[in-house]
T-cell receptor
Framework: AQKVTQAQTEISVVEKEDVTLDCVYE???????LFWYKQPPSGELVFLIR????DEQNEISGRYSWNFQKSTSSFNFTITASQVVDSAVYFC??????????WGAGTKLIIKP | KAGVTQTPRYLIKTRGQQVTLSCSPI?????VSWYQQTPGQGLQFLFE???????NKGNFPGRFSGRQFSNSRSEMNVSTLELGDSALYLC??????????????FGPGTRLTVL
């Protein structure tokens, strides 16, 4: 079965701290795609990154970075020097072999000023 | 480029009624997918439309249906509403759809409350 697990339901940190959101996935496919989306209180899901199973390079975009490790089936997301505007629910998702996005339960991130 | 738009943003209905939600994709995008988001079940895939044809369907009863028009705009219909249909309904568009692993871009959602 294909599955995405985000074990951290809620994380609360003080502004400027670094924070890592965990994502563990299960799939029997050899080719698959992983995504991270951010959902602010407004409700819209904002695309952050997409990674295919052949590309294990880590990605950095400003304060955001992603660590993809096939050996541990993990695709973790780190925010460096967090800001209040980073407060949101973050979702990890796997595009399965039926071409459907399988979503994690989400991690609610609270950044306190 | 304008993003994905959804109308209405909020809707209140009573049990047994039916509802139609609308989604306009990003210009040039031909695929539209619909998702239901609830606190209990999280995000769940409803269906995907591409070139006016339903290309994929999630595990929802037949009360949930949709269609896509020639301009790629899509509507979703829920008949005989139940209390459990209260949810945020999200629409996402992509250029060619999930079959080529396209990235999906989401609209702000329609929050449906069933009383």
């Amino acid at each position: 079965a294909q599955k995405v697990t985000q074990a951290q339901t809620e994380i609360s940190v003080v502004e400027k701290e670094d924070v890592t959101l965990d994502c563990v996935y299960e799939t029997r496919d050899t080719t698959y795609y992983l995504f991270w989306y951010k959902q602010p209180p407004s409700g819209e899901l904002v695309f952050l990154i997409r990674r295919n199973s052949f590309d294990e390079q880590n990605e950095i975009s400003g304060r955001y970075s992603w660590n993809f490790q096939k050996s541990t089936s993990s695709f973790n997301f780190t925010i460096t020097a967090s800001q209040v505007v980073d407060s949101a629910v973050y979702f990890c998702a796997l595009l399965d072999s039926n071409y459907q996005l399988i979503w994690g339960a989400g991690t609610k991130l609270i950044i306190k000023p | 480029k304008a993003g994905v738009t959804q109308t209405p943003r909020y809707l209140i209905k009573t049990r047994g009624q039916q509802v139609t939600l609308s989604c306009s994709p990003i210009s040039g995008h031909r695929s539209v997918s619909w998702y239901q988001q609830t606190p209990g079940q999280g995000l769940q895939f409803l269906f995907e439309y591409f070139s006016e044809t339903q290309r994929n369907k999630g595990n929802f009863p037949g009360r949930f249906s949709g269609r896509q028009f020639s301009n790629s705009r899509s509507e979703m219909n829920v008949s005989t509403l139940e209390l459990g249909d209260s949810a945020l309904y999200l629409c996402a568009s992509s250029l060619e759809g999930a079959r080529i692993r396209d990235t999906q871009y989401f609209g702000p959602g329609t929050r449906l409350t069933v009383l």
